[in-house]
């Protein structure tokens, strides 16, 4: 939920022009990570929860794409970007812990 309020904060100084855009494309992805995460939960089978947090790290590899996009197009600050990407890249290796973990559960 953290990534996807500074997406939004991150977001905001974009130009006008690409609020339909890459604004609303950041936003969007940043908003299934989680979403993702509670629906799967959500499901009570162990099975859908992994499917879900793999829509999950869909969304987030598609966040970090719009990031670098933003980046690579001078849009918002660099280094704010940076400092998402880091936090991408933190929460995918824990989303892949999550699901290694709940398969290992499920394999017992």
């Known amino acids: 939920m953290g990534l996807a309020e500074d997406c939004y904060r991150f977001s905001t100084g974009f130009p006008r022009e690409e609020l339909y855009g890459l604004v609303s494309q950041i936003r ?38 719009h990031l670098i996009l933003s980046q690579r197009l001078k849009f918002g600050s660099f280094e704010a970007a940076a400092q998402l990407l880091v936090r991408c890249e933190s929460i995918g290796r824990m989303l892949v812990g999550l699901v290694r973990g709940i398969r290992s559960v499920e394999d017992r």
């Open 28 to 65: 969007h992805a940043a908003v299934s990570i989680p979403a993702n995460i509670a629906e799967g939960y959500g499901r009570n089978s162990p099975g859908s929860y992994v499917s879900f947090l793999h829509n999950a790290q869909g969304s987030l590899k598609e966040l970090e794409t």
